[in-house]
C-alpha cells in the first residue's frame, strides 16, 4: 500500500483567516512596513472573543496590544504601531514602523468562502475595507510535498515535512512498478515533486510524471554521474531541454548531504524558500 499522508496543520497564512471566520472573532492585518520586520506585508493575526488570538506576528507584546486596541474599534482603521505612533509607552524591538489594519468585523462569510477556495486547492483574494494601500489580501494554497523514494531518506523526510506541519504523500519504491508511474493526479502549481532514489533507472517515468502537472518544483538525488545519466535518459524518451531545466539536481541548499537526516534538512529548506518565492 502507498503510505501517504496528506493531512497537515493550517497554513500559517490560512490559520488566523479560518478563525476570522468565526463569530465574534476580529482581524489585524499588516499593510505597511517601515523599516525592518521579521513578517511581510500581509501577515495576519485573528483575535478570538476570548482575547486568544491565532495567528503569529513575532511580537508577544505587539499581539497583546492588537487583542487591547482591537475590542475597542466599532469599525475598521489602521493604526501605526512602533516607529511614527502616538503610542509613546509601546516600540517594536526591531525599531522600525508597522501600519497595521484592525478590523473588529470581518467578511465572514469572504473568510469562509476564501478558505474553502483553499481547500480546494485555489489560490484567492480578499478584499480589505478601508483606503490602505493594501487593498486586496491574496492567498494561496498550502505547501504539499510528493516524494517517491527509499530507505531512510525517505522516511526522514516524510517524518520532517509532517513534524514541520507540512502535507506530503510519501511513497515507497516497493509499491511501485519499474517504468511505470502510479496512477495519481497531477501536482498543481502548490507541489513539489521530489526523487529519492539510488537506483535511478526507476527515476524516468515519475520525472515524466512530474513534468506533466505544473509541480513547482521538481527535484532528484544524485550527483554529476546520476545527472548526466538521468538526462541522457530523459532525452532518449523525448523530453525536451525546456522539460530537464524544470529538474534540479543535486537537490538541497547543502553542496553535500552524509546523512539522511541533513539531505532532509537541505531539500525542505531549499523547498520551503521555493515556495515562499510564490506568494
Not at 508511474?181 to 533507472?201: G, K, M, Q, V, Y
Request: a negative charge; charged letters at 25%.
Amino acid at each position: 500500500m502507498l503510505r501517504t499522508d496528506s493531512s497537515a496543520a493550517l497554513d500559517e497564512d490560512h490559520a488566523a483567516l479560518a478563525a476570522a471566520g468565526e463569530p465574534g472573532a476580529a482581524l489585524c492585518t499588516i499593510v505597511g512596513i517601515e523599516g525592518s520586520f521579521s513578517r511581510r506585508i500581509g501577515a495576519q493575526l485573528a483575535v478570538l472573543p476570548d482575547g486568544s488570538v491565532v495567528g503569529d506576528l513575532a511580537d508577544g507584546c505587539l499581539e497583546s496590544q492588537l487583542a487591547a486596541d482591537v475590542r475597542n474599534c466599532s469599525k475598521p482603521v489602521v493604526r501605526r504601531y512602533g516607529h511614527g505612533s502616538d503610542l509613546i509607552d509601546f516600540r517594536l524591538p526591531c525599531g522600525g514602523g508597522l501600519d497595521i489594519l484592525l478590523d473588529p468585523a470581518p467578511d465572514r462569510g469572504a473568510c469562509r468562502a476564501a478558505l474553502n477556495r483553499l481547500k480546494a486547492r485555489q489560490p484567492v483574494e480578499v478584499a480589505l475595507p478601508g483606503e490602505g494601500d493594501l487593498r486586496h489580501r491574496r492567498y494561496i494554497p498550502a505547501l504539499r510535498l510528493r516524494a517517491y523514494g527509499e530507505g531512510p531518506e525517505l522516511a526522514v523526510l516524510a517524518r520532517l515535512a509532517r513534524a514541520s506541519g507540512i502535507a506530503i504523500e510519501a511513497i515507497d519504491k516497493r509499491e511501485l512498478t519499474l517504468g511505470k508511474a502510479p496512477d495519481l493526479a497531477p501536482s498543481d502549481r502548490w507541489t513539489a515533486e521530489i526523487l529519492l532514489f539510488h537506483d535511478h533507472e526507476w527515476e524516468a517515468a515519475l520525472i515524466e510524471e512530474a513534468m506533466a502537472g505544473e509541480a513547482f518544483y521538481i527535484g532528484a538525488q544524485g550527483g554529476e554521474n546520476a545527472r548526466e545519466q538521468r538526462t541522457m535518459a530523459l532525452l532518449a524518451r523525448g523530453a525536451t531541454e525546456e522539460d530537464i531545466a524544470r529538474l534540479r539536481s543535486p537537490i538541497g541548499l547543502l553542496p553535500a548531504c552524509r546523512t539522511p537526516q541533513t539531505l532532509a534538512l537541505s531539500v525542505l529548506a531549499e523547498v520551503a524558500g521555493s515556495y515562499e518565492r510564490l506568494r
